[in-house]
């Protein structure tokens, strides 16, 4: 999940990944910055994650990572300093991974165009997610309409979501994670556990970005992620309530966005 959800931006990023869900993921001018940030998220959780990077390590963030007990780490390049670092550490795995080329198919992209899930004694097999969603693909649905920062934060929530297992709710602003909250049976509790991480990480929500993974079935999950700060929210709709969700848009002010697909990663 960590190199799936890195090699997505392009621009420097870096994303932890803990137990299969990223609970910090950032872009920056570079490695060493975007680290930080993702780190800033959730420092509770980053502990013993896999950590990605979508651009080369070099040894002033090889010495921040270094700090951090890890697992696993990801990266296209590394300096030779960088390198020596790392090995002076045990028990870190580290995977130097190429970028993929590009082109028109999934493989040239390095995405897998299909999903395999075990069922019983068989196999189930179904198109992957790839599906890249462009401003274009926006339907904006409220009254507010999303100012262009705005639009690229919920791009970006958007983009992480669809590596967090669902139920999934990503908080974020200035291409940064404030808070996500992953793989619950309820909508809402993700929606709060997002509110506690980042409470607990200090971060305040005011004036972020929330992607959904699905469609709101109720209106009490936008209204929690009005209360906890939130100005704009993506998700694909296709609710029976979805303009009773769209109304309580209204009545906070918001801007809402719909995709038209979902994610809903399992």
Request: hydrophobic share 45%; charged share 20%.
């Amino acid at each position: 999940a960590a190199w799936e959800c890195v090699k997505s931006f392009d621009t420097p990023a870096c994303v932890i990944v803990k137990h299969a869900n990223p609970c910090g993921v950032a872009l920056g001018a570079n490695a060493g910055e975007a680290y930080a940030k993702a780190f800033k998220t959730d420092p509770t959780s980053a502990f013993g994650g896999i950590i990605a990077f979508n651009t080369e390590v070099d040894a002033a963030t090889a010495e921040q990572v270094s700090k951090q007990f890890m697992e696993v780490l990801i990266a296209p390049a590394f300096t030779p300093e960088a390198l020596a670092i790392f090995t002076a550490k045990k028990n870190v795995r580290v995977l130097q991974i190429a970028l993929p080329k590009g082109g028109a198919t999934a493989w040239e992209q390095g995405r897998n165009a299909q999903d395999v899930k075990r069922v019983g004694s068989g196999l189930l097999i179904q198109s992957a997610d790839n599906h890249v969603l462009k401003l274009s693909d926006l339907k904006v649905v409220t009254k507010a309409q999303p100012t262009p920062q705005q639009l690229q934060d919920m791009l970006f929530a958007w983009t992480v979501a669809k590596y967090v297992k669902s139920n999934a709710i990503v908080f974020c602003a200035g291409g940064m994670t404030l808070g996500v909250g992953a793989g619950q049976m309820s909508r809402l509790d993700s929606a709060r556990i997002a509110g506690i991480k980042a409470e607990a990480a200090g971060l305040s929500l005011k004036g972020s970005a929330v992607a959904s993974d699905a469609f709101f079935p109720f209106r009490d999950t936008l209204d929690e992620l009005v209360k906890a700060g939130a100005t704009s929210v993506i998700h694909p709709g296709g609710s029976m309530r979805d303009e009773e969700v769209i109304g309580a848009a209204n009545e906070h002010g918001i801007a809402m966005v719909l995709t038209g697909v979902r994610h809903f990663r399992h």
